[in-house]
């Protein structure tokens, strides 16, 4: 089955700067690409996805790149601040079925310092 | 609109007891699947229902099973608990005709097993 691999495990910032998380899969046929935050307590919520005919996706402080070739994909929060803080996790979608399971990497604890 | 809603929030059970939890998609969806995730790792795929059938299954022995009604809540059961079953149970719903259409995640049952 697909292998989601994720780093870091814990990223520390400065308020204003950008943090970069990095994710691996191993299965070519994965093409859904989510990026979950959950905060202490909470669901996970979904804050950004990237599907595998696009190679970036934008929404306001955050990004998305994905290289198919590679089998990774990052995301990217610049300016970020304290309420950025949470876990983040990504995750790949095998195969075109709408009912695709998803796979979950361990996740990164992100704090932004003040 | 209501969300994906989970119930109980909280369970104490002891070891080789049963369980059942409970979910009701968010409106317009019809699709459930349900994750486990323990303390510091990612969600852990178990089992996906739609139409009121288990569609995929994850590396989940048979202790774990489920049900869907007509109105697509669904239910998941635990029997036999073991020490290892003690985690967050996440209900995600999803509706079925729409591509790789968003998770929507419930705020979990935290079970634990003593």
């Known amino acids: 089955g697909e292998n989601v691999e994720q780093h870091p495990s814990t990223l520390s910032v400065q308020e204003g700067d950008s943090a970069v998380i990095k994710c691996t899969y191993s299965d070519s046929a994965s093409n859904y690409f989510p990026w979950y935050k959950q905060e202490l307590g909470k669901r996970p919520q979904l804050i950004i996805d990237i599907r595998s005919n696009v190679g970036e996706k934008k929404d306001q402080r955050i990004a998305v790149t994905l290289n198919k070739t590679a089998k990774h994909f990052s995301l990217h929060i610049t300016e970020t601040q304290p309420e950025d803080s949470a876990v983040y996790f990504c995750?790949?979608?095998?195969?075109?079925?709408?009912?695709?399971?998803?796979?979950f990497g361990r996740g990164t604890q992100l704090t932004v310092w003040p | 609109d209501a969300g994906v809603t989970q119930s109980p929030t909280h369970l104490i059970k002891t070891r080789g007891q049963q369980v059942t939890l409970r979910c009701s998609p968010k409106s317009g969806h019809d699709t459930v699947s349900w994750y486990q995730q323990a303390l510091g790792q990612g969600p852990q795929f178990i089992f996906q229902?739609?139409?009121?059938?288990?569609?995929q299954r994850g590396n989940f022995p048979d202790r774990f099973s489920g049900h869907q009604f007509p109105n697509y809540s669904s239910e998941l059961n635990v029997n036999a608990l073991l020490l290892g079953d003690s985690a967050l149970y996440l209900c995600?719903?999803?509706?079925?005709?729409?591509?790789?259409?968003?998770?929507?995640f419930g705020n979990g049952t935290r079970l634990t097993v003593t």
């Open positions: 995750a790949a979608s095998v195969g075109g079925s709408t009912l695709g399971r998803l796979y």
């Open positions: 229902y739609y139409e009121e059938e288990e569609r």
């Open positions: 995600a719903s999803r509706p079925a005709g729409v591509g790789h259409s968003p998770l929507h």
